[in-house]
C-alpha cells in the first residue's frame, strides 16, 4: 500500500470502555491523520464466566460510539484480555475460537483474509512511503500464552517471571511467522503488542512474566539490524521507554484513568495515567520518526525523535 507526502501519521489508543464517554476522538480527530490502531481493550466483553454473551453485546454498543470520520481512514487492530474474553487470559481460555470470529466479525476483516482460516489475530502489512518500505507487524499476546505464575506480596497479587523453557508468549507458529517476517526487507519496523515489552518493574501483566520469550524478541529485533519501533497498550498510564536503539511507546487508556505512581528504570520521563493516546510518525523530509503522547484535550504529555537509519 503507497501512501502519498511528506509524512505519515497514525494514531493509537487502547482500553476504551463502551459504557464510559470517549471525548477524547475530538482532539484525535485534529491530527492529520492516515490511520489508527487500536492497541486492545478495544472494548471490555470480559465477563467472570468466561462465556461471549456480554462481549458481543459490547461490540454492538461500541460500533455506535464510533465517530463517523474513522471510517475515512485505515483501520487496524489487535486485541489484549478484556476483548479476547477473560481478564488476563491466555491459551486456557476455552472460548478463543468464538472470540476470534467475533473480533473478525466486528472489525469487517474480509472473508479471504488469512485471520480467518487460523488461529490468533496476527497481522502484518507493508506501506511504501516516499522510498521507505514500512512493515507494521500486529502481534497477537493472548491467543497462545502460556499460564501466568503469581505470587502475593502484601496484599496484592503479583506475577512473576515463569521461565519454563517451554512457556510461550506467541506460540510455535506465530513465533516461526515472526522470524519469516524479519528476514523480509524493511527500512522501518512498527511492532504492535498488546501487552508492553519494554517495562519490568511493575507487577502486572508484560513480556517480562516471560524473561525467556522477552530476551528472545529482544535478540531477534537486535540482530536484525532493523529500525524497530514498538507500540503497546494494556497499562492504563502511557509513557515512552527505551532500551539501547529501540523505542516503545504505551498508548492508555483512552477513557479508563487510573491513579497512583509508576516508573521504570527504562522510561523516558515518567508514566502518564490520565486518559491518552499516542502518535507515530514517519517524516521524510526532516528523516525522523516522532513518537507523541497527548492527553484528551490533545495536550503534549511526552514526546521522543528518532532518526531515521540510512534514510538519504
Avoid at 85 to 110: C, H, M, T, V
Avoid at 146 to 168: Q, V
Avoid at 289 to 310: C, R
Amino acid at each position: 500500500m503507497d501512501v502519498s507526502g511528506e509524512e505519515l501519521t497514525f494514531a493509537l489508543g487502547s482500553c476504551l470502555h463502551q459504557d464510559e464517554p470517549q471525548p477524547i476522538w475530538n482532539a484525535i480527530q485534529e491530527e492529520n491523520l492516515d490511520g489508527f490502531i487500536f492497541l486492545g481493550d478495544n472494548v471490555y466483553g470480559d465477563s467472570p464466566s468466561y462465556k461471549l454473551e456480554k462481549m458481543a453485546r459490547s461490540y454492538n454498543k461500541q460500533k455506535n460510539n464510533f465517530p463517523s470520520w474513522l471510517n475515512e481512514i485505515e483501520i487496524l487492530k489487535i486485541w489484549d484480555d478484556h476483548d479476547y474474553g477473560k481478564n488476563d487470559g491466555g491459551s486456557e481460555y476455552q472460548l478463543r475460537e468464538e472470540a476470534q470470529d467475533l473480533f473478525l466479525e466486528f472489525w469487517n476483516i474480509p472473508a479471504n483474509d488469512i485471520r480467518h482460516s487460523r488461529d490468533g489475530i496476527y497481522f502484518d502489512l507493508f506501506k511504501k512511503f516516499d522510498d521507505l518500505n514500512i512493515h507494521i507487524i500486529g502481534l497477537d499476546t493472548r491467543y497462545f500464552r502460556s499460564e501466568l505464575k503469581t505470587e502475593l506480596i502484601g496484599l496484592k497479587k503479583h506475577y512473576k517471571e515463569n521461565i519454563s523453557k517451554d512457556a510461550t508468549v506467541l506460540g510455535q507458529a506465530q513465533w516461526k511467522w515472526l522470524e519469516d517476517l524479519f528476514q523480509q526487507d524493511a527500512d522501518l519496523v512498527i511492532l504492535l503488542t498488546s501487552i508492553q515489552l519494554l517495562a519490568t518493574e511493575h507487577r502486572f501483566e508484560k513480556w517480562s512474566n516471560f524473561p525467556l520469550e522477552r530476551n528472545k524478541l529482544l535478540n531477534m529485533i537486535q540482530s536484525s539490524g532493523k529500525q524497530v519501533v514498538v507500540i503497546s497498550g494494556d497499562r492504563h498510564r502511557g509513557g515512552i521507554y527505551k532500551f539501547e536503539n529501540l523505542y516503545e511507546l504505551t498508548a492508555s487508556s483512552m477513557n479508563k484513568p487510573v491513579k497512583g505512581y509508576e516508573t521504570d528504570s527504562l522510561l523516558i520521563g515518567k508514566t502518564y495515567p490520565q486518559e491518552n493516546y499516542g502518535i507515530i510518525s514517519v517524516n521524510s523530509k526532516t528523516a525522523e520518526i516522532t513518537l507523541k503522547l497527548k492527553d484528551k484535550k490533545g495536550v503534549l504529555l511526552e514526546s521522543a525523535s528518532i532518526p531515521l537509519k540510512n534514510y538519504k
